[in-house]
């Protein structure tokens, strides 16, 4: 076999390659579609969280739960029982009313020792006085002088006046300080020292409005209890 037979021809080549050009070209100018991602997911809008509305604030303030305790005005009580728990309920339970008892209990207690020490003194001074004078009115004897009665201060009649003057100055002053404490016992709350006037009974008068005398009080029995009250104040402030 010869060569030729085996070997195609350039001619032969070129017509065949020049068949396959126009299918080969047409192939690669179509453009290769890819599948997109972003295409076939469905778009997601986004709305922001609706928030609960929290529901108004009223602006009436509630009501306070009505007490259980009844409260007792310390100004109708004109038995010794019952001042004697209120008393014990309330002003012995606060702290600050026992201080201002106990402030008032050492005032009257400093007072009354230096009006007791004053009167004191002053005795012993006019018995001073009259000493000196008895020593005066001696030598005077002795001399030859004469001694001229009830022209000196040292008399019985001056030292008793001077005497009665200072007890009626502590009588005065005696008295306004238990006004005040007094009133300052009926601001606190203790029975007895606030008593309504329309509950005391004085002395000698009939009970006002035809009253027949039921859940009033004698004004002496008021002051009696006063002072029982004033014992048990000073027991619960020396506590």
Request: proline share 8%; glycine share 8%.
């Amino acid at each position: 076999m010869s060569s030729n037979s085996t070997t195609p021809d350039l001619a032969s080549v070129l017509s065949i390659l020049a068949g396959l050009t126009p299918q080969t070209q047409t192939l690669l100018s179509q453009p290769q579609t890819q599948p997109s991602l972003t295409a076939s997911a469905p778009q997601q809008q986004w709305l922001p969280t609706p928030h609960p509305v929290p529901p108004p604030r009223s602006t009436t303030p509630p009501e306070p739960p009505p007490s259980a305790v009844k409260v007792v005005d310390p100004a109708m009580i004109v038995e010794w029982s019952s001042g004697l728990r209120c008393v014990m309920k309330t002003v012995a339970r606060h702290e600050g009313v026992l201080l201002e008892i106990r402030r008032m209990i050492k005032n009257q207690h400093e007072h009354e020792e230096m009006w007791f020490k004053g009167r004191k003194d002053l005795i012993e001074r006019q018995n001073g006085r009259k000493e000196g004078q008895k020593k005066l009115d001696d030598v005077l004897k002795l001399v030859g002088g004469s001694v001229t009665e009830g022209t000196s201060n040292a008399s019985p009649e001056e030292l008793k006046k001077e005497l009665e003057t200072y007890d009626m100055k502590v009588y005065r002053a005696q008295t306004q300080m238990v006004k005040e404490m007094m009133g300052a016992l009926r601001r606190v709350g203790v029975p007895f020292f606030g008593t309504r006037t329309e509950l005391v009974r004085v002395a000698g008068k009939e009970a006002a409005g035809g009253k027949d005398g039921s859940g009033m009080i004698d004004e002496g029995e008021l002051v009696k209890l006063q002072r029982k009250m004033l014992v048990i104040l000073e027991d619960l402030c020396s506590e």
